[in-house]
Every structure is written in structure tokens, then in C-alpha cells.
């Protein structure tokens, strides 16, 4: 696999510089993911920092409607191409009829904008998709909550 820096891509793709992740080996206050959890299964991981804030600022707001810590999981982050084809050889392209874009935000190209949550409280309360994705739609511009496993897509598409 060929990966270009990622640098080169954001700069290509919407003249953004994607270094302002921060990287630490302690918890940086105010911080509650990592980067494991947006890695391919290939291995690759790429965030922009908006998506973390989004995801942050989401994170507070689910906190406060439901009176107690609400912890979001990420089901996938990055996907390289190779990743995105396995998975439609188990779900299908969309343009024929099943659930993988051929486009999708997740895919490194994109610069680390996607990501397909869950959340649930800290007493173990799943939040109903919907309901999650009413709140995402505070902090992203693009989301899509229709997928029969119950997980919200949103992503920083501009």
C-alpha cells in the first residue's frame, strides 16, 4: 500500500494543515479518546482535530442530558481502500444496493473527518440512535443514522 503524507493530502484536498492533534503519553485534560480507536484495520489511523472536538463537544452534551458520564464508542474510524473493499464484499457497494460508499468519508483520502459511534451511559443505558443522532447534529455537519445495527455516522464534510 501506497499512502501519501497526509499533509500533502489535506493541503490538496481543502488547503488544511492536519497537525493539530495533539499527541501525549498521559491524558491530556479534557481529552477522552485515543488514537486506537479510529485505526484501520490495516493499521493506518488518521484524525483531523475538528472531529475530536465535535466528538468532545458531543460527548459533554450527552453527559449533560442524561445526568451522568455517557461514554462514545467508535466502531470505525479510518479505512484505507483495501479496507473499504473488504467490507463491501460482506455488505455491498451502495450503488448496488448495499451499505459501503464508494466515496466514504472514512477513507484516508478524507483526512480523518468520519467516524460511526455509539454512546451509552456510565449505568450501561445504550442512547437510542435517534436520540444520538438528534445531538450529533449540534456538532457535525453531516450525519446519517439509518443503519439497522443502531450506529451513527457523522463526519466533518464541509
Not at 493506518?44 to 461514554?71: I, K, N, Q, T
Not at 457497494?93 to 468520519?114: K, Q
Request: net charge positive.
Amino acid at each position: 500500500m501506497n499512502l501519501k503524507p497526509m499533509v500533502d493530502i489535506a493541503r490538496e484536498r481543502r488547503g488544511l494543515y492536519p497537525g493539530d492533534v495533539w499527541l501525549a503519553a498521559d491524558q491530556p485534560p479534557g481529552s477522552h479518546f485515543r488514537l486506537r480507536e479510529f485505526l484501520s484495520p490495516s493499521g493506518v489511523a488518521v484524525v483531523r482535530s475538528d472531529l475530536l472536538r465535535a466528538l468532545e463537544g458531543l460527548r459533554a452534551a450527552l453527559w449533560e442530558a442524561a445526568g451522568e458520564e455517557v461514554f462514545i464508542r467508535i466502531s470505525s474510524g479510518t479505512r484505507t481502500q483495501a479496507d473499504q473493499v473488504r467490507l463491501a464484499q460482506r455488505l455491498g457497494w451502495t450503488d448496488e444496493g448495499g451499505l459501503v460508499s464508494r466515496t466514504s468519508r472514512h477513507l484516508v483520502e478524507y483526512g480523518g473527518i468520519a467516524a460511526d459511534i455509539y454512546a451509552r451511559t456510565r449505568s450501561g443505558k445504550a442512547i437510542p440512535q435517534q436520540e444520538l443522532a438528534a445531538v450529533c447534529k449540534k456538532f457535525f455537519p453531516f450525519v446519517k443514522a439509518d443503519y439497522r445495527d443502531g450506529h451513527v455516522h457523522v463526519d466533518m464534510r464541509e
